[in-house]
Nanobody, 117 residues
Framework: QVQLQESGGGLVQAGGSLRLSCIASGIPISFSIYAMNWYRQAPGKQREPVATITSGGRTNYADFVKGRFTVSRDNAKKTVYLQMNSLKPEDAAVYYC?????????WGQGTQVTVSS
């Protein structure tokens, strides 16, 4: 059974930093072969993609986080990270990690990020 567990959210002042983690379990074959993604959803808004890291380590970011957020992975620990710097109040949201295995998408339960101005 595939499970994704996010952690690291919390309350931070604008301009501050947080590092989110997402630990995967039950991944078939190997965690390393799957792209991992971060999404976020703010109250009243649609869930939106934030960052992706491929199996080969290539990264892609939404324009609104470029230069501020960094996605990385540690395949030995089956963990993907999202380093968030220079946080803004508009970054406040529930952050989710997700991966696609075959035809099915798996999501974690999310971790809340709150940014005070």
């Amino acid at each position: 059974q595939v499970q994704l567990q996010e952690s690291g959210g919390g309350l931070v002042q604008a301009g501050g930093s947080l590092r989110l983690s997402c630990i995967a379990s039950g991944i078939p074959i190997s965690f390393s072969i799957y792209a991992m993604n971060w999404y976020r959803q703010a109250p009243g808004k649609q869930r939106e993609p934030v960052a992706t890291i491929t199996s080969g380590g290539r990264t892609n970011y939404a324009d609104f986080v470029k230069g501020r957020f960094t996605v990385s992975r540690d395949n030995a620990k089956k963990t993907v990270y999202l380093q968030m710097n220079s946080l803004k109040p508009e970054d406040a949201a529930v952050y989710y990690c997700t991966t696609q295995i075959g035809s099915k998408a798996y999501w974690g339960q999310g971790t809340q990020v709150t940014v005070s101005s």
